[in-house]
Structures are given as C-alpha cells and as structure tokens.
C-alpha cells in the first residue's frame, strides 16, 4: 500500500478510460450567486481497476462521478475519454444510481429491455441479454415482477443488471448500497467484485462514490479521498491487498484505520488555529438538527463521556460523513473535544445534558451567541423595527461571507439551531427572522 499526497497529472494517452484535468465546478444559486462545488480536480481512470471516492458530504464526489461521465460538462477544466475531449455522455459508461430509478410501471425484464431499445438492439439479442444479466445477478424467476414486489436489495440488482445489460467499459456507482440492509450490502458488493473479476469483457473499470470506509478498503484498488470547502482531491491511496479480501483481515483493518486518520485530520483537527489580528470571521454551520447533536451528547453520556469517532458510526448505523458533520457542529458549539479519533463531553456539554428543558434553552442560546454569525444576526436585529430581517438579507450576508456555501441550505440550519435556543423564530409569511423578544 502506498500513498501518494498530489497524484501527478497524466499523460494524455488511449490507454486511461476517462480523466478529468484541472476541473473547477460551479452551480448558480436562486439568488444569483455561485457555488463552488469542486477546484482544481485530476483524476485518469485505469483499465481494469476499481476506483472509489471517499469524503464527507458536499465535497463534491457525485459531481465529479457525474463529469467523468459526461452528464455534466464542467464550468472550467478538461474532460476527457480515452484522451479526446468528451462531448456529452461517455458512450462506455453505464450508471447504477442510489435511488435505483426503477420504471415502476415496468417488471424487471421490461426495464432491462427499455435501455436496449434505445441502443437500437435486434429483439433477438435484446432477449438474450435480459436473460443473461438476470441470472448474473441472480433474479432468474422475477423477470415479469414489479418493482413494488421487490425488496431493496432486489432492486439494486435490477438496476446492476440494467447497466450491464450494456455491456459497458466503465460501471459507475453512486452509493449503490447505501439504502439496502447491512448484509445486502455486502452481498452485493461481493457480487460486483465476481462480476469485474470473471467477466471476460465488460466492465473493464468500476468507479464507485461512497461514505463508507470499509466499503471502500475491501473494494477498491485506488482510494481517492476528498476534502471540501470547495471539493478537492486530498489524496490517493493505492490498495495492494490481495484479493479475495477479508473484512476482518487486520491489514485490511489497518487501511480502515489510515483512512480514519485521513478524514478526521482534515474534518476535524486537533491542531488550534493560529489566533491573529484579523478580524472575526462568520464560520459556516455544519448540517446538523439540533436533534441529532443532542442524541450524539447523550450517546457519549452513557459511554461515560467519550468514545472512538468510528465505533460511534458503527454502534449508531449512520454513514461516517454524517457522523462527521453532526461531531463537528457539536465541537463548534464547544459541546464536545476532538483529541486523535476520540469524541469527548466538554465540560459545557455535560452542563447541558444536566440542565432541564428550560435552562438548556437558555445554554444553547449562550453558545450560538459565542458564534460570529449569530452575534452579527442579534446586533443587526437590535436595530430592526420589530427585531426582524429579512431572508433575503440574510442569503446575501452569507453569500459575501461565505461564497463556496449554499445559503439556503445554511439558513435552513439557522433557523434550527435559533430556534432551539428561542434566539429568533422564522416568519414564513413575511420571509422574517423575528428575534425573541426574552
């Protein structure tokens, strides 16, 4: 296993089945203002290989999947398939999506089929294809079945069996297991990894986005891991474990654990920032209900105060992005401490578990006032008819503020975590923060 910390820009060559150079990524919000959603991003995708790509949420990896695909043409960069510059979809790409994006108005044989008519297939072939990548993915007996009659993980197969139906160079994934039980995952993981290895032509490559980390170890063969802010490649990990691979093995249990450090160096570091003359700045509010941050203070409480990031993922069955983002909040709130991998109770988060509903009203809305943004909002507020602003001056102050954030997924949190602290309620009628008048 090695790693390689600014993955060098490849050549230009027949032999990469698709690549991305120096792509930048944006997309207009409703106010007119601009997202950045990826910079800078080089990736080439190999013959024979399976990539995945790792980070937390909003980091830009379905937007990356989607380019290298050639659904969405980059706003600035280069993508490209087997060196030419890619023109709309890449002709040997085929898609399983998260949602499974099943016809529910037609059985499994009859949505494998809709994709080989518009290939212009003769029916004699269609039909044996259909035959074919059923009793691959093992739904021979379910051909003329809906897709209401069919459990989760059935329909994940019927969409795999749709897009090998194609017989594609490249199968693309975007968190194909993430909404299948725990057991089905790894079935059809595995079932993925038999179809790449045996299968004499197609696909050639597999490249997959996903949250999970022991999806990712026990998968992939290069590990791309992203950051956010906007997204970025961090780093490539090359995965040299032989296959078969075992769950339990503990090289594989080692990479888990690098990968680990990877994330939690970057999203949550235990270096202090360098305090400066600069003036305050707002910090963007991770996407956390004040619901979920009270779960994971009470999570700690019955561990007496601290446990591992990654034993919290498992033991609480959420991806690790999502734990990601709610531990930050909390840490932002100065609720919990971050020391290595550990997730631990501050003083003041044990303080509010303590407190009754009440005066835990009262603590939240002293921790929102020690945020900059909140203190600008009361201030501002103060000086307000009615102490009250309006949505759309808010959109524009983080805007200004925070131009690689969208800010109306941002303002929907602040409503949150105001509210929570009866610190400003929402007037959905006038579009108005109101502030509390306590």
């Known amino acids: ?36 959603v990826l910079q800078g991003v080089d990736l080439a995708v190999r013959p024979r290989e399976v990539v995945a790509l790792l980070g937390p949420s909003g980091c830009g990896k379905s937007t990356l999947l989607r380019i290298l695909a050639g659904l969405i043409a980059p706003a600035q ?12 979809m890449h002709p040997g790409v085929a898609i399983v999506f998260q949602s499974f994006a099943l016809y529910p108005w037609m059985t499994v044989a009859g949505n494998i089929r809709a994709v080989l ?15 074919e990548v059923i009793a691959t993915v093992g739904l021979s007996g379910f051909e003329g079945t809906y897709p209401r009659e069919l ?12 897009a090998l139906s194609v017989e594609p160079e490249l199968l693309f994934m975007d968190e194909p297991f993430s909404q299948v039980d725990a057991l089905t995952a790894e079935s059809l993981r595995a079932q ?45 990990l090359e995965n040299r474990l032989p296959r078969p691979r075992d769950y339990r093995s503990p090289e594989l249990l080692r990479l888990v654990d690098e990968l680990h450090d990877i994330i939690t160096g970057a999203e949550m570091p235990d270096v202090a920032v360098p305090v400066t003359a600069a003036p305050a700045l707002i910090e963007p509010l991770p996407e956390a209900a004040p619901g979920e941050i009270s779960g994971l203070l009470e999570y700690l409480d019955a561990r007496g105060g601290a446990d591992e990031l990654f034993r919290i993922v498992a033991d609480t069955h959420r991806e690790f992005g999502r734990v990601i983002t709610v531990v930050k909040a909390a840490e932002m709130m100065d ?24 005066q835990r009203r009262v603590l939240w ?17 103060r000086r307000q008819p009615g102490g009250r602003v309006s949505r759309e001056f808010v959109y524009e102050m983080l805007a200004l503020a925070l131009p690689q954030e969208n800010p ?11 509210a929570e602290g009866d610190l400003f309620g929402y007037d959905d009628g006038a579009e108005e923060l109101v502030r509390d008048k306590g």
Not at 119 to 128: A, F, S, V, Y
């Open 192 to 236: 993925v990894i038999d179809i790449w290895t045996s299968h004499e032509r197609n696909p050639s490559s597999v490249v997959m986005v996903s949250h999970d980390i022991k999806e990712v170890a026990w998968m992939a063969d290069r590990i791309v891991v992203m950051g956010t802010n906007p997204g970025r490649i961090r780093t490539i």
């Open 1 to 36: 296993m090695t790693v390689t910390t600014e993955p060098a820009k490849p050549a230009l060559t027949n032999d990469l089945l698709c690549e991305v150079r120096d792509v930048t990524h944006e997309f207009k919000l409703p106010g007119g203002s601009m997202l950045r």
């Open 408 to 418: 109306e997924r941002m303002f929907e949190t602040l409503v949150e975590w105001a």
């Open 365 to 381: 809305r002293q921790h929102l006032l020690e945020l900059r943004l909140f203190q600008q909002l009361d201030e501002i507020s």
């Open 151 to 162: 459990s989760g993980g059935m329909k994940q197969r019927v969409g795999m069996a749709r």
């Open 335 to 358: 609720l919990v401490d971050t020391p290595k991998r550990t997730v631990q109770l501050t003083v003041e988060g044990r303080r509010l578990l303590a407190a009754g509903a009440t």
């Open 77 to 88: 960069g280069q993508a490209l398939a087997h060196g030419a510059p890619l023109t709309g």
């Open 117 to 131: 008519q518009a290939r212009g297939l003769p029916p004699d072939e269609i039909q044996r294809r259909i035959t």
